[in-house]
């Protein structure tokens, strides 16, 4: 299904503010191997634990942090500090998770569900991961969340997370999670909702939700590298004696007592204000800020009003759709200071043309993958080549609803395009196949990604869609002539062609562009922008078909046909050095 332009009015409340039942205080509570948990005023004391070379394992009971309390880990010179929690209730976490005295990075994983309230906060020197997981691999070895551990066999990084659970448990953020520089942030689940922000300079973030009976196998630096299936040698991972609560279960079980941003009404959960459905195996994020980010859901990869920075790549990966969405109020932005992937396997749904900053911009490449159609109403701003394609890498079509721009100072390429106004510039080659306009463009459209009226001081879009066919000649046409009885022109076969009179622009591709004619490559990309015309001109591959819509049939005699074509420059452009 393609979305409309439903959400001009509608605000998205970011947020998920949590409320522990009854307003009871903070619980934290010790499990075995000798974590030893003291409170202390506001702060809450762990220490003990056992130590297996650079990690130290604490095991709790119960795990929640009310508002303007501290969870303070004592770290006693390890690398890295891991928490479990066997209690089957799901942790609230209102407060801070602390780590004083070392450097380390914070594991936290309970089965039953994580959710950070939008007090919650890190102060942590090292990387922080949240994990809804039942079991984190050392090698072949693993920390249990429930039952017994061969602690002295844990030793070195992690490198898996087990999900061995039918459906894995939820996590929810709605905090201000930060790390230091150059550390990173991983919330693992098998449904993650982060309506906070996420930020982790020169580090990584990833959101991932992942399905159950499945491994999740990680690089040194906490890349994901793949799924697999629990394996069947090695150290067991033990199933859990409960079911973790589903998500609808957990926002409205006795844990929570009050939650905005979302609401489950009839077992089904909802993002405020859109009416778009968060299922099993979803992720939604708003804010995140990073060198690198990786989104990778199950299901479905939601982006409502959301803002996502980083000065690397970033993948937005889903296996069923990815999308993305903006308000009149409140745009989309996705900025990636190197590649940006976006990967919906069986739909990538796209409708950002609601405010008029919302944008999708790569200084490296841009790719949008899917093995349907993929449905794509944004502005696009790339350094270098943007790629609409198929799940085999065969060129990918495109359908639009209003009125998409794509501006790219490498190449661009894509299938066949049915749908509004269609504006391509390309540094490079331009590569497209079949093209069916549905309806004219908007005229206070601009490709500028600063939404100025102009590209310069004097130049407007509509100013720049005035050139005629690359080798000079008129535009022809192909359609079939329907006469009058004195031999006027009464309308055009609208099955072989149709052509739009108005002055807006409706089909503009451009290829070999000077971006010096554009007023520069816009600084949103982030590339050198003394970028010149090419030395020679770049392929342009020629649309095999076109359709342009009739807007207005003129009475005319036949040997004036041709005139109306030549003097109908703005209704098509195809230009080339």
């Not at 009839?266 to 939604?284: C, K």
């Not at 004619?517 to 003394?530: F, I, K, R, W, Y």
């Amino acid at each position: 299904m393609h979305w409309l332009k439903l959400l001009s009015s509608s605000v998205f409340t970011v947020g998920l503010a949590t409320v522990l039942a009854d307003s009871a205080p903070a619980q934290i509570t010790s499990g075995e191997n000798g974590t030893l948990v003291n409170l202390s005023g506001g702060t809450i004391n762990i220490t003990g634990g056992t130590q297996t070379g650079s990690n130290l394992f604490h095991s709790f009971g119960q795990f929640s942090v009310d508002a303007g309390q501290t969870a303070n880990f004592v770290d006693p010179g390890v690398q890295n500090i891991l928490g479990r929690v066997t209690g089957g209730n799901a942790s609230l976490i209102n407060g801070v998770l602390q780590i004083t005295a070392g450097n380390a990075n914070l594991y936290l994983m309970n089965p039953a569900g994580i959710i950070f309230g939008s007090g919650a906060s890190l102060d942590v020197s090292g990387s922080f991961t949240a994990t809804t997981a039942n079991g984190i691999g050392f090698g072949d070895q693993w920390f249990n969340a429930i039952a017994a551990n061969d602690y002295a066999n844990l030793i070195g990084n992690p490198t898996s997370f087990a999900f061995t659970m039918a459906q894995p448990g939820a996590i929810a953020n709605a905090g201000n999670l930060v790390v230091g520089q150059g550390h990173s942030i991983a919330l693992l689940g098998g449904t993650v909702i982060n309506t906070g922000i996420l930020t982790a300079p020169e580090g990584k973030v990833t959101v991932a939700a992942v399905p159950g009976e499945k491994i999740v196998n990680i690089s040194q630096d906490g890349s994901l590298l793949s799924l697999s299936l629990p394996e069947t040698t090695g150290a067991t991972v033990q199933a859990l004696p409960f079911t973790p609560l589903s998500l609808p279960q957990l926002l409205t079980g006795g844990n929570l007592s009050n939650a905005t941003g979302v609401t489950v009404e009839n077992g089904v959960v909802r993002l405020v204000g859109s009416g778009i459905h968060i299922e099993a195996g979803d992720v939604v994020a708003t804010g995140i800020t990073a060198q690198t980010a990786t989104l990778s859901a199950s299901n479905n990869l939601t982006l409502l009003e959301s803002q996502l920075y980083t000065t690397g790549a970033l993948n937005l990966l889903a296996q069923n759709t990815v999308q993305i969405r903006d308000s009149a109020a409140k745009p989309v932005i996705v900025e990636a200071g190197g590649n940006l992937t976006i990967q919906g396997n069986q739909a990538v749904d796209i409708l950002a043309l609601n405010h008029v900053d919302s944008r999708l911009v790569a200084s490296g490449n841009l790719v949008l993958r899917s093995s349907q159609t993929i449905s794509s109403d944004a502005h696009y701003f790339t350094g270098g080549y943007l790629k609409f394609e198929q799940l085999d890498g065969n060129p990918g079509n495109v359908f639009s609803f209003y009125d998409p721009i794509i501006l790219a100072a490498g190449d661009i390429t894509l299938g066949n395009y049915t749908g509004a106004s269609l504006h391509i510039l390309a540094g490079g080659s331009v590569t497209l196949g079949d093209v069916e306009i549905t309806q004219a463009g908007d005229a206070a459209t601009t490709i500028n990604p600063n939404n100025t009226a102009a590209f310069n001081a004097t130049q407007t879009f509509a100013d720049l869609a005035t050139v005629t066919r690359a080798d000079g000649s008129p535009l022809q046409y192909n359609g079939t002539p329907v006469l009058d009885s004195d031999n006027t022109l009464q309308w055009i076969d609208p099955t072989t062609l149709f052509i739009d009179g108005s002055a807006r622009p409706t089909l503009d591709v451009r290829a070999g562009i000077d971006w010096s004619q554009l007023g520069g490559v816009p600084a949103v990309l982030g590339v050198p922008t003394d970028i010149v015309q090419p030395p020679h001109c770049p392929t342009l591959l020629l649309p095999i078909s076109l359709f342009l819509q009739l807007q207005r049939v003129p009475t005319l005699p036949l040997a004036e046909l041709q005139s109306i074509l030549e003097r109908a420059p703005r209704i098509l452009e195809v230009w080339c050095c």
